[in-house]
């Protein structure tokens, strides 16, 4: 059962907003560029394992002006090799657990979006930005590698070159970029992103539970099996999908003209 949402105070680290079946979770310490300190780390941990049964999809955004300036750099001068690997692995189990959550997620991007902030948007399973955003991997100036995931997940959305461009050179890419070389999936006019999160969180929440699970947990798996091993994982994830009732119950509205048909966009 899950335990409920710690309420927000003004100090709170996060805040959030329920919407209808949406939940949004903004990152909230907008005077250090929402840079990400353990503190903050460890509350989007409570607050994953805390979703309230009746939500249906998370959108997390920054307060403030930014996104998220990445990794609280006042915290890493004093760490060590082996706190330095621990703390990187915490950060993996929180990421996990947003690109695992039961639920989808989707990012809400604007101003900056460095480092260990792209890495947090990229284990989100949709990606909205604003004109403002920009994406960026100072890790090579400032002498230090990514230590969030991003080196597994950026790859995969928009290429090693990429990447290694933008930790070799410091190369900013704008939002306008982003939305063509895969860094988000869908760009909105200035100040527009959290609101189109939003929409799209809604609608993603109508969809059948066990579909939006298959998306998220076997759709990856999928995608990097091979072949042979994926149409197996597709055929078996396609005969559970559509033999639950919600499916059967869908199929049949459609069947009696009772739900929205596709429409052209
Ligand atoms: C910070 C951080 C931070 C801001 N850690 N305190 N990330 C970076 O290398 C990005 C560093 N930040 C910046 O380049 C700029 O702050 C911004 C371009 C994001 C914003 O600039 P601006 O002019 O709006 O703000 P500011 O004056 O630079 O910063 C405001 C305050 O936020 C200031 O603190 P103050 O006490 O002097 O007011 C800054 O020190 C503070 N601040 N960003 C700590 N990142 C798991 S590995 C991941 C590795 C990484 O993420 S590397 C990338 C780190």
Same mark, same amino acid.
């Given at each position: 059962? +899950? @335990?409920?949402?710690?309420?927000?105070?003004?100090?709170?680290?996060l805040t959030f907003e329920t919407i209808g079946r949406v939940l949004t979770v903004g990152l909230n310490r907008p005077a250090k560029r929402n840079a990400l300190n353990d503190g903050i780390i460890l509350e989007i941990e409570r607050c994953f394992a805390a979703l309230p049964e009746d939500i249906g999809a998370v959108v997390i955004h920054g307060i403030g002006d930014h996104f998220s300036a990445g990794l609280d750099l006042s915290e890493l001068t004093e760490r060590d090799a082996t706190a330095g690997l621990m703390h990187s692995r915490m950060w993996h189990r929180v990421f996990d657990t947003i690109q695992h959550a039961r639920i989808p997620v989707v990012a809400a991007l604007k101003g900056a979006v460095i480092g260990g902030g792209?890495?947090?948007?990229?284990?989100?399973?949709?990606?909205? +930005?604003? %004109?403002?955003?920009?994406?960026?991997l100072p890790e090579g @100036?400032?002498?230090?590698?990514?230590? /969030?995931? /991003?080196?597994?997940?950026? %790859?995969?959305?928009? /290429?090693?070159a990429r990447m290694a461009d933008m930790m070799l050179t410091g190369r900013v890419y704008t939002a306008a970029e982003g939305v063509v070389h895969g860094f988000s999936q869908y760009l909105t006019e200035e100040g527009g992103a959290l609101a189109k999160a939003i929409e799209l969180a809604e609608r993603v929440a109508q969809n059948a539970p066990l579909t939006n699970f298959a998306v998220m947990q076997a759709l %990856?798996?999928?995608?990097?099996?091979?072949? @042979?091993?994926?149409?197996?994982?597709?055929?078996?994830?396609?005969?559970v999908a559509q033999s639950d009732q919600e499916a059967k119950t869908r199929i049949r509205a459609f069947l009696d003209r009772k739900t929205a048909k596709v429409q052209p966009s």
């Open positions: 059962m +899950a @335990q409920p949402l710690p309420a927000a105070t003004a100090n709170s680290l792209l890495e947090l948007a990229c284990a989100a399973h949709i990606r909205v +930005a604003e %004109p403002s955003a920009y994406y960026a @100036q400032r002498g230090i590698f990514v230590g /969030g995931g /991003g080196s597994v997940r950026l %790859p995969r959305l928009v /290429g090693v %990856p798996l999928i995608a990097e099996a091979s072949p @042979q091993t994926g149409l197996m994982l597709e055929a078996l994830m396609a005969s």
